[in-house]
Structure formats: structure tokens, C-alpha cells
């Protein structure tokens, strides 16, 4: 209003050069405010789909600096990505009244990742889950991880690589290859390991995810991602409500710490039994059952009855109120269900939206927790070790739909 003002002032003075000097100064006043309505709508056109805003990620962690990085498909759906722990940060899916919805939980700024702990949307590594008393054996050796979970490694310690800085490369409009090396000893892993996580967004509305790992000795590598799901799009509603399906007929029980028993045991007639569509909340409270008491709720791992199978679908949830489908294929033995148990209210997300318990839903694809110790003593645990000369390989896939 006052630059107007100014303007209109000096097109009222008279001087001997009148008329030239208005259209001159109106001139200059209407180019001032164009500029001015045009930066304006640039700060606005550069926001994600979602509503972030990249600036908001770029910084710089040791040496390495940190970005946001956009996926898109042919459909108009958008998956935002930083490298920071290689994180998904928001996934808008397209949902049953033609709209797209933000179905993930995260943080509006990098600052936020970075200070906050939290697992949202990382890529975990060097082991998904948790490792007994944080102590593996290599060829005789007894090597002692980091404790950091109810007395156990958790996503491999308290400096996994959700904190680390990968290096990025977006080859085309709906891809990123993300490369991290880790050295020999990191949170007292042996070897040094290079990996690589490629998402994909596909046109199929999918969420295509390829990991790969070499190490120079052996090792273990373990690897998954840990999007915290909520396909209400709105965290304000919790997921119990979510119809979830699971292709499963057996799960590893834990005892009181998170810690697999080291039994595999039937879902049948169990609050775990979702070969057949169920809601989450159905049995989740259901008393006197020891795994849900042990697991404060669901946050176990179920044994999938195909694993090495890419094409079947190993956990399905649907929201009732989106219609959004989450499909979960995976070449994987196994799928760790966690149902935000442990979300308190403490933490405050995307858009100022404060998360609470049950707010969100994890399917992490993996191998089984404690597998470095447990598949030395049965062989229906699977080995997580790699040999130097042998490439990790993990494929997993989120693909999106509606329930029409």
C-alpha cells in the first residue's frame, strides 16, 4: 500500500516534463510491483507437492550438505527424499475422491531430523532390528555392539546410518541412487561396506526400492526402511482402524525386552493371524495375551510364506478413510510389524501435527531380528552375514492404489 501511495503522490506533480514523467514513474511503479507479485509466487510454485520447502533441508552435516530431493511419475504422484539417513520424507498418494494425500510422517526441515531422534523414513542399516545384547560372532570372534533398546542393538546403535550423510545422484525425474561407505568399526561393525539405495517411483504408482552391499571382510547387513505410514493422510487419526492383511502363517515371539525368543510359532487363533483382512485395532488390546503385553501392541516379525518372491504381496493395509491402498512386495523372509506404539505425543511433525501412539504403521522388510546369533543355531533362521566378493541384495516395494 505504501509503495502505491509513493507512486500515485509523484504522478500528481506537474514539472515541465508532465505527461512524460507520469507514464515514466506509473512505468516504473507497475514493474516494481510485478517483480515484486512474481518473487512472491516463485517462494510459492517452489514448494513440494506436499508443502515442504527444499531451502528448509539444505545444510551441511561434517562436511557433507544435505538436500531434498523430488520424485515424480507420469500420474502426478510426488515422493519427496533427503540423503540424510537416505529418509523418505513425504509420499503423496493419490487417493479415492481424485485428490493425493501426505501418507507418511516426518519433519517439515533437516534442522528437524538432525536434533530429534527418530527413525521416520530412513533407510536403517547396518542391521534392521535388533542384535541380542548387542553381541555377534565372527569366524570365533566375539565382537560387542553398541546397547542403545532395552538392552540390545536397535538399528544399528545409536549412530546407524538414519544419521548419516549419503551421497546423491538423481539420474532422471523419478529416480535417486543414494551411496554411503562405512568404515571398518562403525558402531563396531567389522568391515568397511559400501551400499547403495535406489528408489524409483514408477508409474504404477509404486515405490520401487533396491538396496545393494559389498564388504571388504565379513560381516553382517541387514538392511530395510522405516516409513512410519498413515494412509488417512491426516496423523490426527490413528491407524487401528486400517484393514491390514499379512501373508503369513507363523511370527517370532519376544520376550519383555523386544527380544525374539528364538521360537517360531503359528498365527493361528492368535491376535496375529492376519491371513485374513482384519483391522488393526480389532485384537490389539485383547488382555492377557503375553506378546502384545510384551510388545506394548504389535511390533513383531511375521515369517512370510514366500519369501524370495518379489511378485507376491507379502502385507497389504487399506485406509477406509482414503480408500488408499498400501501394497508391500518384497524379496525378503521377513516383515517387522510396529503400530507406533511407542509415539507419546513428544514429537511434532509436518504441518505442526503432534504424533501420538498409534498414529502410524511401520512394515519394515528385513531378515529376522537376532539372526546373527539365531541361525547358528537353527537353520530356519536366515543368515545375514556377507562374505567379502558376495553383493547384498534387498528388493522391496511399496505400490500405491484405491479400493474402489
Given at each position: 500500500?505504501?509503495?502505491?501511495?509513493?507512486?500515485?503522490?509523484f504522478?500528481?506533480?506537474?514539472?515541465?516534463?508532465g505527461?512524460?514523467?507520469?507514464?515514466?514513474?506509473?512505468?516504473?511503479?507497475?514493474?516494481?510491483?510485478?517483480?515484486?507479485?512474481?518473487?512472491?509466487?516463485?517462494?510459492?510454485?517452489?514448494?513440494?507437492?506436499?508443502?515442504?520447502?527444499?531451502?528448509?533441508?539444505?545444510?551441511?552435516?561434517?562436511?557433507?550438505?544435505?538436500?531434498?530431493?523430488?520424485?515424480?511419475?507420469?500420474n502426478g504422484?510426488?515422493?519427496?527424499?533427503?540423503?540424510?539417513?537416505?529418509?523418505?520424507?513425504?509420499?503423496?498418494?493419490?487417493?479415492?475422491?481424485?485428490?493425493?494425500?501426505?501418507?507418511?510422517?516426518?519433519?517439515?526441515?533437516?534442522?528437524?531430523?538432525?536434533?530429534?531422534?527418530?527413525?521416520?523414513?530412513a533407510?536403517?542399516?547396518?542391521?534392521?532390528?535388533?542384535?541380542?545384547?548387542?553381541?555377534?560372532?565372527?569366524?570365533?570372534?566375539?565382537?560387542?555392539?553398541?546397547?542403545?533398546?532395552?538392552?540390545?542393538?536397535?538399528?544399528?546403535?545409536?549412530?546407524?546410518?538414519?544419521?548419516?550423510?549419503?551421497?546423491?545422484?538423481?539420474?532422471?525425474?523419478?529416480?535417486?541412487?543414494?551411496?554411503?561407505?562405512?568404515?571398518?568399526?562403525?558402531m563396531?561393525?567389522?568391515?568397511?561396506?559400501?551400499?547403495?539405495?535406489?528408489?524409483?517411483?514408477?508409474?504404477?504408482?509404486?515405490?520401487?526400492?533396491?538396496?545393494?552391499?559389498?564388504?571388504?571382510?565379513?560381516?553382517?547387513?541387514?538392511?530395510?526402511n522405516?516409513?512410519?505410514?498413515?494412509?488417512?493422510?491426516?496423523?490426527?487419526?490413528?491407524?487401528?482402524?486400517?484393514?491390514?492383511?499379512?501373508?503369513?502363517?507363523?511370527?517370532?515371539?519376544?520376550?519383555?525386552?523386544?527380544?525374539t525368543?528364538?521360537?517360531?510359532?503359528?498365527?493361528?487363533?492368535?491376535p496375529?493371524?492376519?491371513?485374513?483382512?482384519?483391522?488393526?485395532?480389532?485384537?490389539?488390546n485383547?488382555?492377557?495375551?503375553?506378546?502384545?503385553?510384551?510388545?506394548?501392541?504389535?511390533?513383531?516379525?511375521?515369517?512370510?510364506?514366500?519369501?524370495?518372491?518379489?511378485?507376491?504381496v507379502?502385507?497389504?493395509v487399506?485406509?477406509?478413510?482414503?480408500?488408499?491402498?498400501?501394497?508391500?512386495?518384497?524379496?525378503?523372509?521377513?516383515?517387522?510389524?510396529?503400530?507406533?506404539?511407542?509415539?507419546d505425543?513428544?514429537?511434532?511433525?509436518?504441518?505442526?501435527?503432534t504424533?501420538?501412539?498409534?498414529?502410524?504403521?511401520?512394515?519394515?522388510?528385513?531378515?529376522?531380528?537376532?539372526?546373527?546369533?539365531?541361525?547358528?543355531?537353527?537353520?530356519?533362521?536366515?543368515?545375514?552375514?556377507?562374505?567379502?566378493?558376495?553383493?547384498?541384495?534387498?528388493?522391496?516395494?511399496?505400490r500405491f492404489?484405491?479400493?474402489?
Amino acid at each position: 500500500m505504501q509503495d502505491n501511495y509513493l507512486c500515485w503522490t509523484f504522478f500528481s506533480l506537474k514539472t515541465k516534463t508532465g505527461n512524460i514523467m507520469k507514464k515514466t514513474i506509473l512505468m516504473t511503479c507497475v514493474a516494481v510491483i510485478s517483480l515484486f507479485c512474481s518473487c512472491n509466487n516463485e517462494t510459492q510454485t517452489n514448494l513440494t507437492k506436499s508443502g515442504l520447502d527444499p531451502k528448509n533441508f539444505e545444510t551441511v552435516v561434517g562436511e557433507d550438505s544435505t538436500a531434498l530431493y523430488v520424485l515424480t511419475n507420469n500420474n502426478g504422484m510426488e515422493v519427496c527424499v533427503t540423503n540424510f539417513g537416505a529418509r523418505i520424507v513425504s509420499i503423496m498418494a493419490p487417493d479415492i475422491n481424485g485428490g493425493y494425500q501426505d501418507v507418511v510422517l516426518g519433519f517439515d526441515s533437516i534442522s528437524q531430523y538432525i536434533n530429534i531422534p527418530t527413525d521416520f523414513g530412513a533407510a536403517i542399516g547396518r542391521y534392521a532390528n535388533r542384535i541380542n545384547k548387542g553381541q555377534i560372532t565372527i569366524d570365533g570372534k566375539l565382537i560387542q555392539l553398541p546397547i542403545n533398546n532395552f538392552g540390545h542393538c536397535l538399528h544399528g546403535g545409536p549412530d546407524g546410518w538414519q544419521n548419516k550423510v549419503f551421497k546423491a545422484n538423481q539420474p532422471n525425474a523419478s529416480t535417486i541412487i543414494l551411496s554411503l561407505s562405512s568404515p571398518d568399526g562403525d558402531m563396531n561393525f567389522p568391515g568397511n561396506v559400501d551400499v547403495t539405495v535406489t528408489y524409483k517411483l514408477t508409474d504404477d504408482n509404486a515405490i520401487d526400492i533396491q538396496y545393494e552391499g559389498t564388504a571388504d571382510q565379513k560381516t553382517v547387513l541387514n538392511m530395510t526402511n522405516h516409513s512410519y505410514f498413515n494412509l488417512n493422510g491426516d496423523p490426527n487419526i490413528d491407524i487401528t482402524n486400517d484393514t491390514l492383511f499379512i501373508n503369513a502363517d507363523t511370527f517370532t515371539p519376544v520376550d519383555s525386552t523386544f527380544m525374539t525368543t528364538g521360537a517360531i510359532v503359528s498365527v493361528k487363533e492368535t491376535p496375529f493371524d492376519f491371513t485374513t483382512p482384519t483391522t488393526v485395532g480389532e485384537r490389539i488390546n485383547t488382555e492377557g495375551n503375553v506378546q502384545l503385553a510384551n510388545g506394548h501392541g504389535y511390533d513383531h516379525n511375521w515369517v512370510l510364506r514366500e519369501s524370495n518372491n518379489i511378485t507376491t504381496v507379502a502385507a497389504k493395509v487399506i485406509s477406509p478413510v482414503t480408500g488408499i491402498v498400501l501394497e508391500i512386495l518384497t524379496d525378503q523372509p521377513g516383515i517387522q510389524i510396529y503400530t507406533g506404539n511407542f509415539l507419546d505425543g513428544t514429537v511434532t511433525g509436518k504441518k505442526g501435527i503432534t504424533y501420538q501412539r498409534r498414529n502410524a504403521i511401520c512394515l519394515e522388510t528385513q531378515v529376522y531380528p537376532d539372526s546373527p546369533n539365531k541361525c547358528l543355531k537353527s537353520t530356519e533362521w536366515p543368515s545375514p552375514f556377507l562374505e567379502p566378493g558376495q553383493t547384498y541384495k534387498h528388493h522391496t516395494i511399496f505400490r500405491f492404489s484405491v479400493n474402489k
